[in-house]
Nanobody, 115 residues
C-alpha cells in the first residue's frame, strides 16, 4: 500500500509560478513511475507529466517548456514546478504512483490562475 499527500496549490496570477509537491510513503519499493494529472473544472482528468523509476521524464505538449517534474529520493517526494502559468492551468492537480498493477492517487490540490 502506498500513501500520497499533495501540497503546494493555491491562487496565482497568470504568468506566475507554483510548486506542487507529492509526498509518497508506505510500500514504495518497485514503483514504476510517478506523475501528475490535471482536472480542469467540468473536464476529464488529463495527464501532465511523468518521471519514471530510471529518472526519465515526459510532458504533455500543453505544459512542455513551462512545467518541470523532479524527484527527491531522500525525501520520497516528487515535485512539479509550474512556471508561466495560464488561466487554463486552473484545476485540481493529482499525483499518481504507478506500482504495477496498481495505481495510487492522491487527494488532489487546487490551483487557480487568475487572468
Amino acid at each position: 500500500q502506498v500513501q500520497l499527500v499533495e501540497s503546494g496549490g493555491g491562487l496565482v496570477q497568470a504568468g506566475g509560478s507554483l510548486r506542487l509537491s507529492c509526498a509518497v510513503s508506505g510500500s514504495i519499493f518497485s514503483i514504476n513511475a510517478i506523475g501528475w494529472y490535471h482536472q480542469a473544472p467540468g473536464k476529464q482528468r488529463e495527464w501532465v507529466a511523468t518521471i519514471a523509476n530510471g529518472g526519465s521524464t515526459n510532458y504533455a505538449s500543453s505544459v512542455k517548456g513551462r512545467f518541470t517534474i523532479s524527484r527527491d529520493n531522500a525525501k520520497n517526494t516528487v515535485d512539479l514546478q509550474m512556471n508561466s502559468l495560464k488561466p487554463e492551468d486552473t484545476g485540481v492537480y493529482y499525483c499518481i504512483v504507478r506500482q504495477w498493477p496498481v495505481d495510487y492517487w492522491g487527494q488532489g490540490t487546487q490551483v487557480t490562475v487568475s487572468s
